[in-house]
T-cell receptor, first 110, second 112 residues
Framework: KQEVTQIPAALSVPEGENLVLNCSFT??????LQWFRQDPGKGLTSLLL?????REQTSGRLNASLDKSSGRSTLYIAASQPGDSATYLC?????????FGGGTRLMVKP | SQTIHQWPATLVQPVGSPLSLECTVE??????LYWYRQAAGRGLQLLFY??????ISSEVPQNLSASRPQDRQFILSSKKLLLSDSGFYLC???????????FGDGTRLSIL
């Protein structure tokens, strides 16, 4: 059974810092890995999707990497802003389902 | 562009009452559709998915059911709600199983 873990569970940083969020999964037989953002009381916004054959994806200040063999992914956020404050979720797709991690709650202080 | 709509946004129901949550997708054909529940302290859990009209797969045994009467309509139902059905329900769609999933704004369900 696939298990996805995100570390840390919560993170507070001053504005302008570069930061890394970590995601690990137990079964490397995945189709892809997706990073989402969730604002309080809201649905999920897709940030980046990395196919299993890819090593990284970039969108603006976000860069996600995937090391399938070791079961790890990282989300790098450059020059963090208060508007980046949210919960970040990673999810791996295998079979017919996405399995989600518990999320990292990020607060960026002005 | 594609959009996904869920309603209602919030719902308060007594124990034992029926439930119907609706999700519709616009701007795409034959999407894969998903229902998830996010319970406090438990993360997101897949409840049902559908790859076509009338085709429903369930990932966990539960008090809920799902139906897909039209290509872009996905309905989550219950005949009698339990306290444990409380949570945040999210609908999602994708064009294929290896493609990104896109989520609606969710329905917050409280059972009294």
């Amino acid at each position: 059974k696939q298990e996805v873990t995100q570390i840390p569970a919560a993170l507070s940083v001053p504005e302008g810092e570069n930061l890394v969020l970590n995601c690990s999964f137990t079964d490397s037989a995945i189709y892809n890995l997706q990073w989402f953002r969730q604002d309080p009381g809201k649905g999920l916004t897709s940030l980046l999707l990395i196919q299993s054959s890819q090593r990284e994806q970039t969108s603006g200040r976000l860069n996600a990497s995937l090391d399938k063999s070791s079961g790890r992914s990282t989300l790098y956020i450059a020059a963090s802003q208060p508007g980046d404050s949210a919960t970040y979720l990673c999810a791996v797709y295998a079979g017919n389902m996405l399995t989600f991690g518990g999320g990292t709650r990020l607060m960026v202080k002005p | 562009s594609q959009t996904i709509h869920q309603w209602p946004a919030t719902l308060v129901q007594p124990v034992g009452s029926p439930l119907s949550l609706e999700c519709t997708v616009e701007g795409t054909s034959n999407p894969n559709l998903y229902w998830y529940r996010q319970a406090a302290g438990r993360g997101l859990q897949l409840l049902f998915y559908s790859v076509g009209i009338g085709q429903i797969s369930s990932e966990v045994p539960q008090n809920l059911s799902a139906s897909r009467p039209q290509d872009r309509q996905f309905i989550l139902s219950s005949k009698k709600l339990l306290l444990s059905d409380s949570g945040f329900y999210l609908c999602a769609w994708s064009v294929g199983r290896k493609q990104p999933q896109h989520f609606g704004d969710g329905t917050r369900l409280s059972i009294l």
